[in-house]
């Protein structure tokens, strides 16, 4: 089996994802390791299994971690996180983009002294981007759709809910509070 097959979702020790964007996943390697280490208690298991001469061990899909992390109270300001506190839209013309088809300005630019904080800085797809150009946007024809701020880590967290990866496990679902009906 490769390493990036059957990965294990890795839940703090109240039960929650360390992460949802991207999703806190763990090789099968390295769960059963955190297993024998005892660091992790497994919580759901796939139907695979790994032998050792000694053992045949079911591969964990969710685990969750023994000791409480806290997590990072202020996120750091990396130009993806920008993205995913503006959910990956445009803020001028306000349609979504992946990561790769966006850019990010600067309200005041680089040029008139602007800096690169969370406060001065906005998602913008390519053509808006160079549509705005080194203009103020009070100098455009465009409109800002909201106005950028230090977004905490839960609103970060938040919005990674919004971004369900392209694989879940179906004993991932009980774990992860995506945005969907319940099931009567």
Same mark, same amino acid.
């Given at each position: 089996? /490769?390493?990036?097959?059957?990965?294990?979702?890795?839940? !703090?020790?109240?039960?929650?994802?360390? /992460?949802?964007?991207?999703?806190?996943?763990?090789?099968? $390697?390295?769960?059963?390791? /955190?297993?024998?280490?005892?660091?992790? +208690?497994?919580?759901?298991?796939?139907?695979?299994?790994?032998? +050792?001469?000694?053992?045949? %061990?079911?591969?964990?899909?969710?685990?969750?971690?023994?000791?409480?992390?806290?997590?990072?109270?202020?996120?750091?300001?990396?130009?993806?996180?920008?993205?995913?506190?503006?959910? %990956?839209?445009? $803020?001028?013309?306000?349609?979504?983009?992946?990561?790769?088809?966006?850019? %990010?300005?600067?309200?005041?630019?680089?040029?008139?002294?602007?800096?690169?904080? *969370?406060?001065?800085?906005? +998602?913008?797809?390519?053509?808006? !981007?160079l549509k705005k150009g080194r203009k103020l946007i009070q100098n455009t024809d465009m409109k800002?759709?909201?106005?950028?701020?230090?977004?905490?880590?839960? $609103?970060?967290q938040n919005n990674g809910r919004n971004f369900p990866p392209n694989f879940l496990h179906e004993?991932?679902?009980?774990?992860?509070? *995506?945005?969907?009906?319940?099931? !009567?």
């Amino acid at each position: 089996m /490769s390493p990036v097959q059957n990965p294990a979702l890795v839940l !703090n020790a109240d039960f929650r994802p360390l /992460s949802y964007y991207p999703l806190s996943l763990c090789s099968w $390697q390295d769960a059963i390791k /955190s297993v024998f280490l005892e660091r992790v +208690s497994i919580i759901e298991s796939y139907d695979k299994v790994v032998n +050792s001469p000694n053992l045949t %061990f079911r591969l964990p899909s969710v685990i969750a971690l023994k000791d409480y992390v806290t997590p990072q109270r202020k996120p750091a300001f990396t130009r993806f996180n920008v993205f995913l506190r503006d959910n %990956f839209t445009c $803020q001028y013309c306000t349609n979504r983009f992946s990561a790769n088809e966006l850019t %990010f300005d600067h309200l005041i630019p680089k040029c008139l002294n602007g800096k690169t904080t *969370w406060e001065n800085v906005v +998602s913008a797809c390519t053509t808006c !981007n160079l549509k705005k150009g080194r203009k103020l946007i009070q100098n455009t024809d465009m409109k800002l759709n909201k106005k950028p701020l230090r977004p905490t880590s839960f $609103q970060l967290q938040n919005n990674g809910r919004n971004f369900p990866p392209n694989f879940l496990h179906e004993t991932w679902r009980d774990y992860l509070y *995506w945005d969907t009906e319940l099931e !009567n």
